[in-house]
């Protein structure tokens, strides 16, 4: 059973920094695309990012808002996603979810952890 | 505002069929495969229709959706209380070398 246990939220200054981790189990995280999403308070669904798969050299690509802030990683050996967020913005106060693809074909977020809550505030 | 338009809010009655659309573009919808996801709140967003028109095994036959064009459709038949949620299309946008969500549709079973 696909398992995603996210963790590291937290409350954060504006202009501070923050780690989150993903942690996954039930399949082969290396063959897997994994992507996180966030969504602000009362809001919808928005793309942050992702990592590809291990055959396609573990590329990530980010959404326009998080670039050049925001790092995604992932640690195969601890079967592990994480977001790396600096400059941090009010903007980014929401519950931030890692997904995995669903399946190693189709690359679009299936599986979803329950996500962690990161509040930017002074 | 969100690259994939999404009517706020539907509503029907039980038993009903109801249909969500989700618009979009020529770098999106219009080349890409469309997803569907269910949110029921305070809970993880759930897959329900992969590919356009695929449903993932444990998802109900009355969930079906549809592409065309730059516009995609979900639809919902036999409507029951607990298909109350907020649905969202997505799709991977060429333009924008990223994924787009649509804003969401508030489905009330009345």
């Known amino acids: 059973e696909v398992q995603l246990v996210e963790s590291g939220g937290d409350l954060v200054q504006p202009g501070g920094s923050l780690r989150l981790s993903c942690a996954a189990s039930?399949?082969?995280?290396?063959?897997?695309?994994m992507d996180w999403v966030r969504q602000a308070p009362g809001k919808g669904l928005e793309w942050v990012g992702r990592?590809?798969?291990?055959?396609?050299?573990?590329?990530?690509d980010y959404a326009a808002s998080v670039k050049g802030r925001f790092i995604i990683s992932r640690d195969d050996s601890e079967n592990s996603l994480y977001l790396q967020m600096n400059s941090l913005r009010t903007e980014d106060t929401a519950m931030y979810y890692c997904?995995?693809?669903?399946?190693?074909?189709?690359?679009?977020?299936?599986?979803w952890g329950q996500g962690t809550l990161v509040t930017v505030s002074s | 505002q969100s690259v994939l338009t999404q009517s706020p809010s539907a509503s029907g009655t039980p038993g009903q069929r109801v249909t969500i659309s989700c618009s979009g573009s020529s770098s999106n919808i219009g080349i890409n495969n469309v997803y569907w996801y269910q949110q029921v709140p305070g809970t993880a967003p759930k897959l329900l229709i992969y590919r356009n028109n695929q449903r993932p095994s444990g998802v109900p036959d009355r969930f079906s959706g549809s592409k065309s064009g730059t516009s995609a459709s979900l639809a919902i038949s036999g409507l029951r209380s607990e298909d109350e949620a907020d649905y969202y299309c997505a799709a991977w946008d060429d333009s924008l070398s990223g994924r787009v969500f649509g804003g969401g549709t508030k489905l009330t079973v009345l």
């Open positions: 997904a995995r693809d669903i399946d190693s074909g189709t690359h679009a977020p299936g599986y």
């Open positions: 039930g399949f082969t995280f290396s063959d897997h695309y």
């Open positions: 990592s590809k798969s291990k055959a396609n050299s573990y590329t990530t």
